[in-house]
Every structure is written in structure tokens, then in C-alpha cells.
């Protein structure tokens, strides 16, 4: 045992929380089997945990020590709610003789516990926006606070799709494994999807006066690196490049005030050299697999992006062929218009405008902001200002984001 002073002792266990926390949960989900019980159990640990270390030091290893206090103090609840619920006994005597050495299998299964968690949370049983909530609230240990004020609804709201959601998994039956390999490439799209959920609004938030919200894409990419940690697949690796790539431009994706600056008129000195090298390593290893999927091929265009010096000294003709790739595996109305974007700097904008008339023709993106603002740029590339105009202004009707709101406006000021 370590002797610790009570600030030391008190910022050890921050320490503690903030890095184990999330792997003491898993486990004692694991062992306990429910979500509820889990948390009041690592919450009634980390309490002992204040009392009894500050009279007998920090022991050895505290995970394992947190992970057997919060087993126990959950064991005890039981017993004592037992006179109202004899069930609970029952289940108490369970648990006990399911893990009669709890340390003998504590670190033995702690990636295995941390791995299953995620592939509970989103499991594709759950509704989308129940993974996302659950996720964020359970692996990431977000409050359910930060995780309303993210996704646009209220804190009792949020803390019911929560509720709701663990009691899916519970009436379901839903395992807590990972799951087979048979099972694991359609598993393994759920997880990267709300992963990618949680980057997007931190990388691109829906509504608020923040073109970025640092701390939901840092979450997703340190999520990530978890996952790749321990499932080291090629679409992991394809995934965690594209937003690595992605957030190297955070610095220059806006003005001191707080305006948005779009891609080509970024100061690409101060893109993060760091994070590009990392994410085009990525990236090239995703695609040595051959079994690389969309998450790759989105990233391999951002690394295109990445290491040009400037918007026309971009391989636009390498950018538009990988498009052509992402439709076939993944076809999708938003890559169309991405691609859309790269065929006008490639061949101008009458090219990528005609593919965009055809996108709204067709019915797909009529309510989404960026497909107007992409056509009102093209349109006033041509010099055909009041289409341009009617398009920005539609773009603007539909956006809830302030820097782009102020972006659109300016746009329209312009044009008279």
C-alpha cells in the first residue's frame, strides 16, 4: 500500500475515474448482469474507495480493488432488499457463486468486457438514436446534460430513450458478447456508424453558434482508437483516418469570430501536420487489406485533400474516380452530391450543376441545406445570379447552424 495525503489521495481517484471508470463498468456489467446495478455498484466503490484508502494508501491495483468493492457492495444491496424481493436473494447467491475468485478473472477479460459493451449499446435492435444515447452515456460517460444539449432535445427526454433502451436490452435478452465472426462484419457497421454519428455532430454540428464542437469528435475519435485497439479491422482503421484527417483542419475551418471558411479558402498551414501524417498511415494500411469498405474510401478522398498544397493543385480526377468506387459499394444521395462538388472542379461547374438538378428532381436532399448551398455556388460560378440567390436563400431556410446562417447571408448581401 501507498500512503497518500487527502488532496493526493482525492486527485488520484479523480485520476482513476477518469481512465478506468469506463472498464470497471464493463466488467461489473459483466458480472453483474445489468446495467442499473452496475452503475451504483462502481458509484458505491469509488465511495469505499475515498473512505478506505485514505486510511489504508492506494492499493496496488486499484481497478481490480474497485471492481470487487462495487461486486460486493452490489451483493450486500441485495441481501438487504431480499426481505421485500426474495428473488433478489436468489439472485444474490448467484453472483456469489459465479464469481468466487472475481480477482482470478479481472484483467483476464477487461478488452473482452470493454468490447462487449460497445456491441450492447449498439446493438441494431436498439433505435439509432437509442445506440447514440446509450453509447455516449455508458462508454463515454457523458451526462445526460452534454448528450441533450448535443443531439437538440431535453435532459428527461434523453434520460428516457436511455431508460428505454437498457430495457430492450434487458426484456430482449439482447447477450452481452461480442458477437461471432459470422456475425461480426453487419455488427461491426452498427458501431462504426454511431461512432461516426458522434463525429459528425462535433465535426459539423446541426444547429448552435459553434462550427465545431471539439469535445463530441474528440470523443468519437478517442472511441475509436479504442475499438481499433481492440478490433483491429481494416474498416476500423478506414473510419478512425477519416475523422483523424478530418479534425486535422479543425484550426483553419473558421475566422477568429467564429466564421465558417470553406475547404479552398482555408489556410492550409495550419491544418495539423501530425494528425494528417497519422491519418494517411491509416489509411494505407486500411487499403493494403483489400477489405477496406466506404470508411476507407472516404478517408483515402480526405487524404487527397489533405496533402495538397491547395484547392487546384487537388488530384479532382483521383477524387472523383473514388467516388465512383463509394457509390457502387455505397450509394447514397450525399455522396452523389459530393461527388457532384469534385466533378465541377474537375470539368466546371455547368457539369456538377447538371448532376445536382438531377439529385433534386429526383426528389432526394429537397430538405438539405448543403445541396442548395452547393447549387448556389455553382450558379453563381456561371453568372446566373438569380438562381444563385433563390438557392442560397432556400439553403439558408433550412440551415439552424449561426456561422453558416451568417455565411448564406453574406453570400446573398453579395449577389445584390
Known amino acids: 500500500m501507498i500512503d497518500n495525503s487527502a488532496a493526493d489521495l482525492r486527485a488520484a481517484l479523480d485520476r482513476i475515474y477518469s481512465t478506468e471508470s469506463r472498464r470497471i463498468l464493463a466488467t461489473l456489467i459483466r458480472l453483474l448482469g445489468d446495467f442499473d446495478t452496475a452503475e451504483d455498484a462502481l458509484h458505491d466503490a469509488f465511495a469505499a474507495a475515498a473512505e478506505q484508502w485514505s486510511a489504508e494508501g492506494i492499493p496496488v491495483n486499484p481497478r481490480a480493488w474497485l471492481v470487487s468493492a462495487g461486486r460486493y457492495k452490489a451483493i450486500d444491496s441485495m441481501r438487504r432488499h431480499a426481505r421485500f424481493d426474495s428473488s433478489l436473494d436468489q439472485v444474490a447467491d448467484r453472483l456469489e457463486a459465479d464469481t468466487a475468485d472475481p480477482h482470478a478473472e479481472m484483467d483476464k477479460g477487461i478488452e473482452d468486457d470493454e468490447l462487449r459493451l460497445i456491441f450492447t449499446c449498439c446493438h441494431p435492435a436498439l433505435a439509432p438514436e437509442a445506440r447514440v444515447a446509450l453509447t455516449l452515456r455508458e462508454v463515454c460517460d457523458l451526462t445526460t446534460e452534454e448528450i441533450a444539449r448535443s443531439f437538440l432535445t431535453t435532459p428527461p427526454t434523453l434520460a428516457q430513450r436511455i431508460v428505454r433502451a437498457k430495457a430492450k436490452i434487458r426484456d430482449a435478452h439482447i447477450p452481452y458478447q461480442v458477437p461471432s465472426e459470422a456475425e461480426l462484419p453487419r455488427r461491426l457497421e452498427a458501431v462504426l456508424q454511431v461512432v461516426y454519428l458522434v463525429f459528425n455532430e462535433g465535426y459539423s454540428p446541426t444547429s448552435g453558434e459553434s462550427v465545431t464542437r471539439a469535445d463530441l469528435s474528440g470523443e468519437a475519435i478517442r472511441l475509436g482508437r479504442l475499438i481499433l485497439q481492440l478490433l483491429p479491422e481494416p474498416e476500423v482503421k478506414g473510419l478512425l483516418a477519416l475523422m483523424i484527417l478530418q479534425e486535422s483542419r479543425r484550426a483553419a475551418r473558421t475566422t477568429p469570430a467564429g466564421d465558417l471558411i470553406l475547404l479552398e479558402e482555408q489556410d492550409r498551414h495550419l ?22 469498405g466506404p470508411y476507407t474510401l472516404q478517408a483515402a478522398i480526405a487524404a487527397i485533400h489533405a496533402e495538397a498544397t491547395g484547392a487546384d493543385e487537388t488530384d479532382w480526377a483521383e477524387i472523383v474516380g473514388l467516388y465512383d468506387v463509394l457509390l457502387r459499394i455505397h450509394p447514397s444521395p450525399v455522396v452523389e452530391l459530393n461527388r457532384a462538388v469534385a466533378v465541377a472542379m474537375r470539368n466546371g461547374p455547368q457539369a456538377g450543376l447538371e448532376i445536382i438538378d438531377a439529385i433534386l428532381k429526383r426528389g432526394d436532399l429537397n430538405d438539405y441545406h448543403l445541396v442548395y448551398s452547393a447549387k448556389g455556388e455553382l450558379c453563381r460560378r456561371l453568372g446566373r445570379m438569380d438562381e444563385a440567390k433563390a438557392a442560397y436563400e432556400r439553403a439558408l431556410s433550412l440551415t439552424r447552424l449561426q456561422p453558416e446562417k451568417r455565411f448564406l447571408e453574406e453570400k446573398i448581401r453579395r449577389l445584390g
Open 271 to 292: 491544418w495539423n501536420k501530425e494528425q494528417i501524417r497519422e491519418g494517411v498511415m491509416l489509411v494505407e494500411q486500411a487499403l493494403s487489406s483489400k477489405r477496406f
